[in-house]
């Protein structure tokens, strides 16, 4: 199979290893289904700053350093970092690896971005630029009503078919040799706007994307929804898993028994109060890191499709009556 | 020379050639110097749109058009987008690359996205990932002002070291062959924060960064100032080029006699009233379109070190009372 394959994928001929990783989250992650799973639960939404933004930082600076303690690796012996966050210019980044002293690659692609940064910093190892890099995203759920809605304090009402933001930051070392998990192939998602405008919907701005990439996907590597033991979205939340299952349909494929959300594993319905699900360029990123990339490593998942997804909204392009376009990365995850 | 060169370089084993590129302007950057080498001057600052942001989307895709025009290949022959802008998550690129359904990767760096957009595409060339890709950026003052510090209409007074933010876009198609200018090589940029706070001085914010990986592709290439006809950075303006210029000094290289900005080179300093100079992520792009590449082409500079600077500036953190972290992408350019 030729190294690009298909019209929008790679198939890499040495697959980039996923060293190992970490998730650092927040107080009720770490009370949801998968809190005995993550690595750091800090109880303290501000993480000991003054500022939700700086939080963030902090929240990326831990996420990162916890990942180079597993790997056994200095910041020096790190070649690149890919990473971004939801933040307008990306701060939370920008001041998160700041003392990393790493040389760094700022990503935006919304709640995408997990994949956007896996998915470079696969074909950058692959390509041999590099031994090792880290893949890093981080949301805040206070900085990001801040900064797409409301302040927390004035206590707005939120719809039933919105998510709400994970509080967390997922790293990923990627390297050329080590860990159980390797990276065999990406797709690079288009910008899909199917017109939705609702800012407290993310799923239904982002499901026609993430059905864009996983029928591009299947295209181009010639798979059936069996091929993969789970499809997994980012942050489709409730209300998005249901349209992109019809929409998939609508193009030949049932992916109901592979598919799985992280905005819908990550939090407790029936308890946690978070309506459709969670969301947030953490949310992927922590769901992967505490429970995806376990279940690869021990084989009883032996091949997945990693999708993060991203809604392109900003408060400007909103309030001057514009869509909310979708975009949604691939990633192809096996065993090793 | 190995293909990881140095601490965070990269020697391209095959070099990825500027197949060709565009350059589209707004109607101050058509009265400058350089404005008969422009691709396309709007007098309209609106560009025929009913916003800003909607203008810089429009700008971006005519960029990309009159960029693939010259290179004679459809959308569907590019298989990705590098882009990025200066806007909150990335609006004028999301719309302005939407129309040309082509999996796209967004990127922000501030003003050095430009960089950070060539040398992700030179790799992605390099690495066999694609043919043909699309490298592209874009700024607009009336949405920068707007996002960034004043609405134009508020008409604030602007201090002398403040930097004029460029309307315009500049794309570059990247192929496996063609043209008469290739990317060599790249030295990719670490955050860098001399704690500068005054966000209407971006060039004391960015000159510490563009310094520190001018230095590094010194050491990394093993090269001095004399090995390249232009150290080329992207939008420093008067005030940032002494700073420079200074910095390097005490590290030991004076490149008093190559250094040129292309801040400095868009506007004319005695009647365009810009005074510190050009910025945006658009600066650099366009004078690399407009005034670098046609040189390279003919021969008559055979090698630059084009360094695009960004000040990681957001509204949220310097409100907040952070500094202004700064970063530089460095991308080495040859005649061929």
Redesign the interface.
């Known amino acids: 199979m030729d ?2 394959t298909g019209k ?1 994928s ?1 198939q890499f001929p040495e697959a980039p290893h996923i060293l190992c990783s970490a998730s650092v989250v927040g107080k009720k992650e770490g009370e949801g289904p998968l809190g005995n799973q993550f690595d750091l639960i800090c109880e303290d939404p501000m993480f000991g700053e003054d ?1 939700w ?2 939080a963030e930082s902090t929240m990326q600076a831990e996420a990162a350093q916890t990942a180079l303690g597993k790997a056994g690796l200095l910041p020096s012996q790190i ?2 970092i890919f990473a ?1 966050d ?6 939370a980044t ?2 998160g ?2 003392s990393l ?10 709640c995408s971005t997990c994949g ?1 940064a896996l ?2 910093a696969a ?2 190892v ?6 090792h890099v880290l893949a890093m995203t981080s949301s805040h759920f206070g900085g990001a009503e801040k ?1 797409f809605r409301f302040p927390l304090e004035y206590g707005n009402q939120r719809p039933l078919s919105a998510t709400w933001t994970v509080t967390g930051s997922g790293a990923f070392v990627l390297s050329r040799t080590g860990g159980h998990a390797r990276i065999t192939g990406v797709t ?4 899909v ?1 199917y017109g939705v405008k609702d800012s407290l919907n993310m799923g239904a701005c982002m499901a026609p994307a993430a059905a864009d990439t996983i029928y591009q996907n299947f295209m181009d590597f010639n798979r059936q929804p069996e091929d993969y033991d789970r499809i997994i979205t980012g942050d489709l939340g409730y209300v998005g898993q249901t349209i992109l299952i019809d929409l998939l349909k609508e193009k030949g494929f049932d992916i109901t028994k592979q598919h799985m959300d992280c905005g819908i594993e990550i939090y407790d319905r029936e308890t946690q109060d978070t309506h459709a699900g969670g969301s947030g360029c953490g949310c992927s990123a922590v769901t992967l890191s505490a429970l995806i990339l376990p279940k690869l490593a021990k084989g009883s998942l032996k091949r997945v499709l990693f999708v993060p997804t991203g809604a ?6 909103f309030n ?1 009556g ?1 869509s909310v ?1 979708g ?1 949604a990365h691939g990633v192809v995850m096996e065993h090793c």
């Open positions: 190294i690009m929008q790679i500022s933004e700086k070649r690149y971004g939801l933040l307008g210019q990306l701060i920008s001041f690896v700041e002293d790493i040389p760094v690659f700022g990503l935006y692609g919304a956007e998915s470079l074909m950058t692959s390509a041999g630029y590099a031994d900064q690079t998602g288009k910008v706007d392109l909204l900003s408060t400007i392009s001057e514009q376009p975009i």
